[in-house]
């Protein structure tokens, strides 16, 4: 049976953890699906990658949609969430995740130094105030969105992006009426820079109610312009002379802006979008503009009759995780990662931050547990010593207590026995004691018997008494001589005598 995670030492664990997020990474990177849903006035195109591959891809008219009822066979304008859910039902894509695009159309971009934080503040108070300033009614009419665009030497630079409140509102909510939930919304000049993959390049991009041109510097779109128009009325000629006018208007503009590093008069030009080839005068562009066109070589794999340019923008939303995970910082340039949708669309999830904490807490806990586990268990065991201890000292002040108690009953038991072992000659030494006491005058106070010495302690009226008292007591034989005579002697007349008897030799 395999051991849990808790159950492993710290070694184990910590390689166990790091190969299954090495496992994770890599199935986010290669093996996950993807599903993009670009949007334009008439069209809605869906497309499923599978790792570095294209899977799937559908296309349909908002114009006019099929009625899934069999009953109306009628064809009727359908809102755009309804056309959506019925591609994805007919396509058989399912997903819980889309990355959907933005139209640029009456959208503001600008590149600007990265603010400072004032203190106390954060940096996106930071980029609200320069906002106000450089994008007027931000707050009041457009969604608001940022991102460090430079990672290199020097003071870093940033992309601001300000799409139209209404533009976002309207898609977002047709899509969540049906159950359709996009995670990310990207403005399509974004996607498209990143599908052409180019540090410097121009891209234009057709649709039928509008075009988008983008100029490609330091593989930013620095300049991104989205102008309506009825390319219907025009010719193919006329169509490839209005666009290239507008190209040629664009990088103008940028050399006016830049008069130090203009623009490549080689740069590439790359032609996206859903107008054909044939819709437009290719030759007639490339004459016109003065710049090669060049073709979409997106780094997947799909059949030949997959339609490249239509579903460039589905393609560089696909390809949105594959850059962002490459580090380019050596290169002083950060992968774009700008997403649109507003906070009040978005679910909540845990920040970078969130996670990383989370994920530590987690490591420190699992590498901490044996740790735990023995300081647990030898706090456990010191707690059981300490009740033993506890124990045996109320033991040991018990049998202090009646080893206490018992003393002067030993005592009294050893002088008994020591008088007994005596015999009779105790009683006569005492009594001797007594008769000289008797016969100088000396009063007796106290006798005591310690084994065999006797502790007389009296007094008399003068020393010269208590001498002769200490000295009839040798006199009398029954005592060991000399007897020790007590401080103070020859010159006192009291204190305590002490005699051994002859008892004891």
């Not at 009628?74 to 019925?86: H, L, N």
């Not at 997903?95 to 106390?120: C, E, F, M, Q």
């Not at 794999?301 to 696909?318: D, H, K, M, R, W």
Request: aromatic residues 6%.
């Amino acid at each position: 049976m395999a051991k849990g995670l808790l159950q492993l030492d710290i070694s184990t664990a910590g390689q166990r953890l790091q190969k299954a997020i090495a496992r994770s990474t890599k199935r986010w990177k290669t093996g996950g699906g993807v599903v993009t849903l670009d949007i334009d006035s008439t069209t809605i195109r869906l497309l499923e990658t599978k790792g570095k591959a294209i899977k799937t891809w559908a296309s349909a008219s908002l114009e006019s949609s099929e009625v899934a009822s069999k009953e109306k066979a009628s064809r009727e304008a359908q809102p755009m969430g309804v056309v959506v859910k019925e591609l994805m039902n007919s396509s058989g894509i399912k997903a819980r995740h889309i990355t959907a695009s933005v139209s640029g159309l009456y959208s503001v971009s600008r590149i600007v130094p990265t603010p400072t934080p004032a203190p106390g503040s954060t940096i996106e108070e930071a980029f609200e105030d320069l906002t106000q300033d450089t994008i007027p009614l931000v707050e009041e009419r457009l969604y608001f969105a940022w991102q460090t665009i430079s990672a290199g030497e020097g003071e870093p630079n940033a992309l601001l992006i300000g799409v139209p409140r209404d533009t976002i509102d309207n898609e977002v909510q047709s899509l969540k009426a049906v159950g359709i939930n996009p995670s990310i919304l990207e403005l399509k000049a974004i996607a498209l820079t990143r599908v052409v993959n180019r540090e410097q390049a121009l891209i234009l991009n057709t649709e039928p109610a509008s075009f988008d041109i983008v100029v490609v510097v330091n593989s930013i779109p620095e300049i991104i312009r989205t102008l309506p128009w009825q390319p219907e009325k025009l010719t193919p000629e006329e169509k490839a002379e209005h666009l290239a006018m507008t190209v040629e208007l664009t990088v103008d503009f940028h050399n006016a802006r830049h008069p130090n590093t203009p623009l490549n008069p080689k740069i590439p030009l790359f032609i996206t979008g859903q107008i054909p080839d044939e819709a437009i005068s290719r030759d007639k562009l490339e004459a016109k503009s003065g710049y090669l066109i060049e073709p979409l070589a997106p780094p997947l794999e799909y059949p030949t009759e997959f339609p490249v340019s239509q579903y460039a923008v589905n393609i560089g939303l696909a390809l949105r995780q594959v850059t962002l995970s490459e580090d380019r910082r050596n290169e002083g340039l950060l992968p774009l990662d700008i997403n649109l949708l507003p906070r009040i669309y978005r679910p909540w999830r845990p920040s970078a931050k969130q996670v990383y904490t989370v994920t530590s807490l987690i490591a420190a806990t699992v590498m901490l547990l044996p740790i735990y586990q023995v300081t647990s268990d030898t706090m456990l065991k010191t707690t059981q010593l300490e009740s033993k201890f506890d124990l045996f000292n109320k033991q040991l002040e018990q049998r202090k207590l009646e080893i206490a108690q018992r003393e002067p009953l030993q005592k009294a038991i050893n002088n008994y026995n020591t008088i007994v072992n005596m015999g009779g000659s105790f009683t006569e030494d005492l009594a001797l004691i007594q008769d000289e006491a008797d016969k100088l005058g000396v009063q007796v106070q106290d006798v005591a018997h310690q084994g065999d010495k006797i502790s007389i302690t009296c007094k008399a009226d003068s020393y010269l008494i208590f001498r002769n008292y200490l000295t009839a007591l040798e006199e009398s034989g029954r005592f060991l001589t000399p007897i020790p005579p007590p401080e103070g002697y020859p010159y006192t007349k009291a204190g305590e005598i002490i005699v051994d008897t002859k008892t004891g030799e």
